[in-house]
């Protein structure tokens, strides 16, 4: 019997960059997802579906079994914590990085400073590891303009090209992690559905290597 594949994606940049990855092991959205109101759309293989999440939420459908895989940034993994999970592939996509940031010269060795992220678990462990006492405040975007509006002292946010820290006068300070997108697998499938996740899993290793060469 074919083993059926439940892979969940976040809409955005991870969607449109594992689209092709995808399509190199076979699978194609019926329906273009960023036309379709569907949260779950059958696929070129008729055993495979993707379901579209926020981004966030994607490793924790896949820790919970309700994908089999998942595509996450790295990142959101680190926030989420991993321990609940099996990454076998960075995708190589979605690359950017994870800073610490700030008005030039702000300096985060005096007193106690305020750190304004999303990402409130990998900034509180990062100052931790340097002894650095910080107080993190919790936001779910426009870090950038936190500073701006004396809020924070710092923010830990992606950057890219750094346009964004500039438009708002702001500069990458400290460098705290690499960040790519991940494929991510249940535990339990991985064992019950080793052999389908396992060929799925190299078809992908191979785009990877394509892209790359
Ligand atoms: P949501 O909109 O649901 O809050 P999000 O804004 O984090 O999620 P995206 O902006 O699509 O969603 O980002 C998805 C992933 O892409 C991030 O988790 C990160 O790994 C990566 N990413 C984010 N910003 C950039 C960027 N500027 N350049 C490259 N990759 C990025
Ligand atoms: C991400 C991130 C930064 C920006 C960095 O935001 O949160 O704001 O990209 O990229 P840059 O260095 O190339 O300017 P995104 O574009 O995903 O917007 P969103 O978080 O509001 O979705």
């Known amino acids: 019997m074919t083993e ?3 892979i969940a994606l976040s809409k955005g940049r991870i ?10 092991a076979g699978i194609a959205p019926l329906d273009h997802p960023d036309t379709s109101r569907k949260l779950v759309l059958d ?16 490793p924790t459908y896949v820790e919970y079994g309700a994908a089999d895989v998942g595509v996450a940034g790295k990142d959101v ?11 076998p592939l960075d ?15 702000a300096n985060a060795g005096r007193g106690k400073v305020r ?13 931790a590891e340097q002894g650095r006492q ?18 924070s002292d710092l923010i830990v946010d992606l950057v890219d090209t750094g346009n964004t820290l500039r438009a708002n006068g702001l500069e990458p300070l400290e460098h705290v992690a690499e960040i790519s997108a991940r494929l991510i697998v249940n535990k339990a499938a ?10 799925f899993t190299q078809c992908l290793a191979g785009a990877v290597g394509k892209r790359a060469a």
Not at 193 to 199: G, L, P, V
């Open 115 to 127: 750190v304004a992220t999303k990402f409130v678990n990998i900034a509180r462990r990062y100052f």
């Open 15 to 24: 969607l449109e960059e594992s689209l092709p990855l995808l399509a190199h």
């Open 190 to 199: 991985m064992k019950m559905k080793h052999r389908r996740i396992k060929a």
């Open 91 to 105: 995708l190589g996509i979605a690359r950017c990085r994870m800073m610490v940031a700030g008005f030039p010269g």
């Open 134 to 151: 910080v107080e993190t405040i919790k936001l779910y975007g426009s870090m950038e303009l936190a500073p701006m509006a004396g809020l």
């Open 4 to 6: 059926t594949l439940t």
């Open 43 to 58: 696929t070129s293989d008729a055993a495979v579906k993707l379901v579209i999440l926020r981004a966030t939420d994607v």
């Open 77 to 87: 993994l680190l926030e989420h914590g991993g321990e609940g999970l099996y990454e």
